[in-house]
């Protein structure tokens, strides 16, 4: 059989692309490596939920504050009014997409991407070892979509700069969770701003349910990251909890400059770098590229256009490129020391931008209606950037 698609990678990013184009009529086959979990803190937020019809039963948690924890210790708690955010455990979460993938038509095929060759006047061949060890097999296709993760094999093999993808290191525990209780709360998510945990991402605990993700980022050398867990379960009276995982993972931090090779292959996801600079964000934000990813393979298909693989990378920009680059400022002018993170924390204890950041959170887009906000939380963040204002000032 030759395949329309080869969707390689079965994460958030390569089901939402198998399963659309599955439903859209397409051969698809989705190779995927079993066994491996990213890891994540596996927040979702409604827009997620509503948008790619996530049933409740997926949902291990329903979050309604987060905490933000300054260097210092100060904690600045922020209400999610009218809602929640939803936490998954991905292990039954990606599952169930590419479960959901397989039952509209997409054929999987358990394995690990080795290449992509090419003949004249033939489909692309996308070699694989199968999951049993074997020797190579492989699937022909029309097009390939790589969502393989940041260290995508597709990617570095068949797109321009795909082999050089900025991304920090991410680290974390699944543990077992207490009751409500001490300083742990099952229905607050905790981001701590601490060069001692992280010097310039952060570290985290979120519910999951009967479980929680405690871990942390850096993009630097020489961090010890279970150290910083360790330190991170203390605070939050973990230390004691059974460990049931520990995961580690490079997450990127920003789109790669092309997302096709201007042939046959397509990325989608981590592989084409749409991870949210400054909060990390990854799983909404891999779906909508698997989406936007099938849109284009579709086209293509369709016209026999190649250059309309480029849709990809428009579509997503198009949408939540303005969102990336106010995040990326954001991380930028805040991440770099403590004293900028005290300053951080400081502002998020305002009431403009705690609405208009969860505003932009759960729906997925700039807030445009409240004009006035955004110039009094324009002064305010200058203010602090300057040092006009003492760093703890609420």
Not at 117 to 127: D, N, Q, T
Not at 239 to 266: H, M, Q, S, Y
Not at 291 to 319: I, K, W
Request: one cysteine or more; a positive charge; charged letters at 25%.
């Amino acid at each position: 059989m030759v395949f329309d698609v080869v969707v390689v990678g079965g994460g958030p990013a390569g089901a939402t692309a198998a399963e659309d184009l599955a439903r859209a009529g397409r051969k698809v086959a989705l190779l995927d490596r079993a066994g491996r979990i990213k890891p994540c803190g596996g927040a979702v937020p409604p827009r997620l939920i509503a948008d790619f019809a996530i049933p409740d039963a997926q949902l291990v948690a329903r979050i309604t504050t987060a905490r933000m924890v300054s260097p210092s210790g100060r904690r600045v708690d922020i209400p999610i009014e009218d809602g929640f955010v939803g936490m998954v455990d991905r292990e039954p979460f990606d599952e169930f997409l590419r479960s959901r993938a397989a039952r509209a038509g997409a054929v999987r095929v358990a394995g690990t991407f080795l290449r992509i060759e090419r003949a004249e006047g033939r489909p692309a061949r996308v070699l694989f070892r199968d999951r049993g060890g074997g020797g190579e097999a492989e699937l022909e296709a029309r097009l390939v979509v790589g969502a393989d993760g940041a260290r995508s094999d597709v990617a570095r093999a068949e797109v321009p700069g795909g082999d050089r993808i900025p991304y920090v290191i991410a680290y974390h525990e699944i543990v077992a969770a207490p009751a409500a209780g001490g300083t742990y709360d099952p229905a607050r998510c905790d981001v701590v701003y601490d060069g001692r945990i992280s010097p310039d991402f952060y570290g985290w605990v979120f519910p999951h349910g009967a479980r929680a993700s405690v871990g942390m980022g850096t993009g630097r050398d020489g961090v010890d990251l279970r150290r910083a867990t360790a330190a991170l379960r203390a605070a939050a009276g973990l230390d004691g909890c059974a460990t049931i995982r520990r995961e580690g993972a490079p997450i990127p931090l920003k789109p790669l400059a092309r997302w096709d090779n201007g042939r046959d292959v397509v990325l989608a996801g981590d592989a084409a770098g749409v991870v949210a600079p400054s909060s990390g964000e990854g799983i909404y934000y891999a779906m909508v590229g698997g989406r936007v990813a099938a849109t284009a393979a579709q086209a293509a298909l369709a016209s026999g256009r190649v250059r309309d693989l480029g849709l990809a990378r428009r579509l997503f920009l198009r949408e939540h490129g303005g969102v990336f680059r106010i995040l990326g400022a954001m991380q930028n002018a805040y991440y770099r020391s403590d004293e900028r993170r005290e300053r951080f924390v400081s502002l998020c204890h305002d009431a403009d931008v705690q609405r208009l950041t969860f505003e932009a959170y759960m729906n997925k887009r700039l807030v445009r209606r409240r004009p006035l906000a955004h110039l009094r939380i324009g002064i305010k963040n200058l203010a602090h950037l300057w040092g006009i204002v003492p760093a703890t000032a609420t």
